[in-house]
């Protein structure tokens, strides 16, 4: 959807030389594209037999949260190292720029929950990759994944496909 572009803003070089930063934050702060952006996810998921979401530290929060209350359904954490407070599943991932380790309380999910995946973008898909091992340890089944961007030449989103998850973003920027 290309009018999610002009919300969308690029600033280069951040927060390495030679990264092209997507902030989404832009949408967020506008009430007509959050609201937009909101809806079309809930029009691509509302058929869908989806039992929680889960949304990826700290976008994820922000978008996943909307998502979550006009499906109706509960919210799941997947944050940083260090930030759950209760007994936690921790996976160590690689970042289009650098590492870290996720984590999920083991008492999140119950066995056999449907989860979607949700995140402000999908680059190389070593975060939704090591959300998508948490919610599988937790003993759920990730069956979708949303995102408002994907950079489709860095092969995330056909990862994640390959594992038999759908995947579907509001937009993509190619070559990068
Ligand atoms: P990846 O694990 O490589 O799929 O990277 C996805 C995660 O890193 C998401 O949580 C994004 O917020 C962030 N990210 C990676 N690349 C970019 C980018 N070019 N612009 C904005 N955020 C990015």
Redesign the pocket.
């Known amino acids: 959807m290309n009018w999610v572009k002009d919300y969308v803003t690029t600033i280069a070089d951040y927060p390495k030389p030679g990264?092209?930063?997507?902030d989404v934050t832009t949408i967020f702060e506008s009430d007509v594209a959050y609201n937009r952006m909101v809806e079309e996810f809930v029009r691509h998921l509302r058929d869908k037999k989806i039992d929680k979401v889960a949304g990826?530290e700290a976008?994820g929060f922000i978008l996943g949260g909307a998502i979550a209350h006009r499906l109706g359904i509960g919210f799941i954490t997947v944050r940083k190292a260090g930030k759950l407070p209760r007994e936690t599943h921790s996976v160590n991932y690689m970042?289009?720029y650098g590492e870290d380790a996720l984590e999920v309380h083991c008492d999140a999910i119950r066995k056999g929950d449907n989860i979607l995946i949700v995140?402000?973008?999908?680059?190389?898909?070593?975060?939704?990759i090591a959300t998508h091992e948490l919610i599988t340890m937790a003993g759920g089944r990730v069956t979708d994944c949303v995102f408002i961007i994907d950079?489709p030449d860095?092969g995330?989103a056909d990862k994640l496909r390959a594992k038999g998850c759908d995947v579907f973003s509001l937009t993509a920027y190619e070559g990068e």
């Open positions: 990264i092209m930063f997507r990826i976008r970042l289009e995140d402000d973008l999908i680059a190389t898909g070593g975060t939704a950079l860095l995330g």
